[in-house]
């Protein structure tokens, strides 16, 4: 159980308990269909501790679930189902094959005078459906990045092979699931974009020409510069995914200080007259050692209607990164790993420190940051760019944001208001904190922002967002 700041209460402490992961499972019906045979249609099941009877029968209630709310609209089987102490989550990503994500409800503990048991209060409305479905739809996308569909390992080894795979991944996945730190931008599962300017955007597309040309076994290439998006060749879909993986898995696990010259705790190779700051994120963790294994991550992206399996190489210098993606059936060599650290590590250690000195100048000419009277989250549908204000830092483990989570929850309600109608338009909030919430939707974009003027009026709100977005999106939209 994980524990929120406590609090003081009538010179008692209450102690506030956030969402937490119940149960997670996986289960197909048409692998148990008679009765008797009811632990066959089990294919993963988190904690495994459980006692068999018990996992039967809630794959069971589940699937009643599943059916009875299929009499009444048979096209959109069950999402979630809400009850008093939890909430669960139903995801049919392939067919027949049930994902099932249950999460313990929010709740306050009050403590009772005389030695009687503490008050359990449950929080039912604290959860969104659409945040918590968004986690376990990514829970299938990332699964679906390293191992492909269920169906192809199922046709490839049968149940045993899918069981395997199931647990080798997901027991590991589930523990980086922090229920707590979900919000919005799960939902949005958007890509973060890296502003430059044309001279230097060109710089990095040439050099990724360049490189795809001397070294013709890779066949998609990605690159990104302080964890943000700059260049992709691949489908949305998969870069989305990937991206989420580099953000909050690969990259934390690999931060280290930015460089500085000589005082660089990494000693730079020469190479020539160039400084060369590369190293492999996967594969070798040094070319020098005679006994480096040249393994790398697979993944699976979509192309057409199947998929192809892909070598992952991630390469890094100072603060860009550069994906490269090679055909699984290729060997990766250590010539090739030799050959591809020599021609791109000078390259991108140059190319880091002309895009760091790049967005110098545009930071000096902008002029210093005020604290801005506002703050926002953006996000485009069409090329899934996010832009937040609110989040100082969010990855998988942690999410640190310079607001309430009251005004978050308000953020996530006014998407679901969103999310039920196709048509443009504009919601304005009074919280109860007297912080005014904005959200608009136009065109495939939408933009939600939190302003902090306690005694601003409806018009003078509206007139303040009509300004963000002429000074912040003003090349982007708006509704009028």
Known sequence: M??????????????????????????????????????????????CEVEKNEKIRN???????????RTFCPTKPAKSLHTQKNRQFFHEPEENFWMVMVVRNPMIEKPNKDGKPPTIEYQEDEILDSVYGAVLQQCYSMYKLFNGTFSRAFEAGGVELLTQKLEKFFYRYIQTLHLQSCDLLDVFGGISFFPLDKMTYLKIQSFVNRVEESLS????????????????????????????YLTTSLFPRHTEPELAG???????????????????????????????????????????????????????????????????????????????????GPQLTLLASDICEQYNINRRISGPEKEPQFKFIYFNHMNLAEKSTIHMRKTASVSLTSVHPDLMKILGDINSDFARVDADEEIIVKAMTDYWVVGKKS????????????????IEVNEEVKRLCATQFNNIFFLD
């Open 59 to 69: 794959v069971g209630l589940c699937e009643a679930i599943v059916q009875f709310t």
């Open 262 to 344: 000589r005082d660089s705790p990494l000693r730079p190779e020469i190479t020539g007259n160039l400084l060369h700051y590369g190293r492999f994120l996967t594969g070798p963790a040094s070319l020098k050692d005679p006994d480096a294994k040249f393994r790398f991550p697979r993944i699976f992206v979509k192309t057409g209607d199947s998929y192809e399996e892909l070598h992952l190489i991630v390469y890094k210098a100072m603060s860009a990164a550069v994906c490269f993606m090679i055909n699984a059936s290729m060997e990766v060599t250590r010539e090739f790993c030799e050959q591809l650290d020599a021609l791109v």
């Open 443 to 458: 065109d495939q974009r939408e933009l939600y922002v939190i302003l902090n003027q306690k005694n601003a009026n409806l």
């Open 2 to 47: 994980l524990m929120i700041s406590p609090r003081m209460a009538s010179g008692m402490q209450e102690k506030q308990y956030s969402p937490s992961l119940l149960s997670f499972f996986i289960y197909n019906p048409k692998f148990g269909p008679r009765e008797g045979e009811e632990e066959k249609k089990i294919l993963f099941y988190h904690p």
């Open 217 to 244: 076994l890779i066949k998609y290439t990605a690159f990104l510069y302080n964890d943000q998006l700059i260049w992709s060749g691949l489908e949305q879909d998969d870069m989305r995914i990937l991206y989420k």
